[in-house]
């Protein structure tokens, strides 16, 4: 019988600017610890990546870029030429075997699409994915090439498939956005912290895309302490119409766990309500409109001991139909308490009262539900004239 | 930034003769409110806006029994003596006579001819550039004593962690006039270090606000 799988090796965690950096993929790890010691993570369901080769690279990438990464990595690309390239930067240190580190990433998200197409396994999740900034030749916001993008060309160009990426993280999806900008094949639907403070900048509700493509970006940008209610709002009823919308052949799903109220770089309250929300309305959707096609990634999260591995998990339980509830395995804890700089949870569910409650709340979600109406707004009119 | 960096160099042109039926659909056409008026040497003779000509049209409701009112020339109906710029006059400069003349549209002459318009759409165009948010950045807010080089200095500090500003907007404190704020947009998606450095150096960051719950 057909299954989930999961892609993953320790080639993945090669992916390291340096100590310190807020990314930090043993999130990955720990997100595996996690579900095997809970026993929902089968060696029968783990695949290998491969590494993406360099024409896979350039289906979004620029030739002279993929060549300066491979530079940077030698330690060849220096000074002025580096940071043209956004390489050598604050937020993306050049760092040996960068290019294939980088590579292997792509690779995982690439296998993950062709298991799901070919029809060898029913969804495909690669939790070190989901590298949304990256831009066609430039290297951003902790990214450097982007999976996602590689991956939707790769699946338009391999399977002629229509494509509905679904990003969630707290930060705008731009890299994956403007790469498909212009084409009316790929939708690109992001909700996240609005930019008017926040990474990336852009993300506002007014981007819709540009000539054959107009209509097919769709921007949520929410305010500043948005809570799970108004969140689970507005991503569920933006993922139903857009997906009534579009009729994607397949969804690839970019799961970012920094809209997390703990998230040190984002200042929203979203809890483990919506991480456990979010995979099931997604996988909902494509189980509905697109024969069950889900590919699915992760993304930012940079509390990566208390936020990451519960929500990265909870993608997998949500294609496995696992629902797990109570405590956390006591042998996860054990094994990786004494590494965390912060008290482990203890639970799948965040205690009740995790934060102050918000003095502005009605003001949030009111705002919140105007950008949703703005953001639908040209879907909804064609559909009423239909 | 100068004018002639933000203009629209081909801009829509009536000519004198041009009837006002043909100037309302040349401004539906384009999707654009005003159309100068140049006679053959592309010299200006005046402008119209949409609302001029929606003016001299008839009535929706009695549109059938004036149809020749739309047939008659927009020399009629044009303003004549028309606010103009120069292709190096200063966008600043223009502005101000947007904002006191509550125009739309300043037509761009050279030696007496048109070569470009400019659209209150245009100078939003260009603030929002000069905003800089439409490169991956992140908002730092930083409140300086109002003495020199405290810029150079923020910006110094910045450099340190090979960051590039993208944008960079100083403005006077509401509260203060001994202190002034420095609105960044720096190309980061961490911007804790900076400020936690700035911090460190005894500045006041008004934004973003240390972590509630850090590590």
Known sequence: ?386 | MIVQDMMNKKPVTARPETTIMEALLTLKKHRIRHLPVIVDDGTLAGIISDRDLRDASPSIFDAADHADKFERPVSEIMVSDVITAHPLDFAEDLLSIFYEHQIGCIPVLEHEKLVGVITERDMLYTLIQLTGAHQPSSHLEVKVDNIAGQLADVASLIKNFKININSVLVYPSKQDDTQKILVLRIGTMNPYRVASELRQNGYDVIWPQEPEVGQ
């Open chain 1, 1 to 386: 019988m057909k299954k989930p799988v999961f892609v993953y090796s320790d080639d993945l965690l090669r992916y390291k600017f340096n100590e310190g950096h807020p990314f930090n993929q043993l999130r990955v790890k720990l997100t595996y610890d996690l579900l095997r010691m809970a026993d929902a993570l089968d060696d029968s369901q783990i695949i290998e990546p491969r590494m993406a080769t360099d024409e896979e690279l350039a289906l979004i990438h620029d030739t002279a870029y993929i060549e300066a990464v491979k530079k940077a990595g030698d330690g060849t690309l220096k000074g002025a030429a580096a940071e043209n390239y956004g390489l050598g930067t604050e937020d993306t240190p050049m760092f040996p075997g960068m290019h294939e580190a980088s590579a292997w990433i792509v690779g995982a998200t690439l296998q993950a699409a062709d298991m799901v197409m070919e029809g060898k396994a029913t969804y495909g999740f690669n939790p070190s994915g989901g590298l949304h900034h990256g831009f066609r030749g430039k290297a951003s916001g902790f990214c450097v090439y982007n999976d996602s993008a590689v991956a939707i060309a790769y699946l338009k160009k391999k399977y002629n498939a229509r494509v509905l990426y679904i990003d969630t993280d707290a930060h705008h999806g731009d890299g994956v956005q403007w790469s498909f900008y212009e084409d009316p094949d790929a939708c690109t639907l992001s909700i996240h912290e609005t930019g008017r403070y926040l990474f990336p900048g852009t993300g506002n509700v007014t981007e819709r895309g540009q000539s054959d493509g107009y209509g097919y970006s769709f921007n949520l940008p929410v305010d500043a302490f948005t809570e799970d209610e108004s969140w689970l709002e507005l991503y569920e009823t933006a993922v139903h119409e857009v997906v009534s919308f579009f009729k994607p052949d397949v969804i690839l799903s970019q799961n970012g766990a920094d809209a997390h109220y703990f998230d040190p770089l984002t200042h929203l309250s979203v809890t483990m309500k919506s991480f456990h929300a979010i995979p099931r309305i997604a996988k909902a959707a494509a189980d509905r409109f697109c024969g069950g096609k889900w590919i699915a990634t992760g993304g930012g999260g940079y509390d990566i001991w208390r936020v990451v591995p519960r929500a990265w998990s909870e993608i997998w339980l949500a294609m496995n139909d696992i629902d797990l509830e109570g405590s956390l395995p006591m042998e996860w804890i054990e094994k990786w308490q004494k590494a965390a700089p912060v008290t482990l949870p203890l639970t799948w569910e965040d205690p009740p009262g995790l934060y102050k409650p918000i003095p502005r709340k009605p003001e949030i979600m009111e705002k919140n539900s105007l950008t949703l109406t703005k953001a639908l707004h040209h879907i909804r009119d064609s559909r009423k004239k239909t």
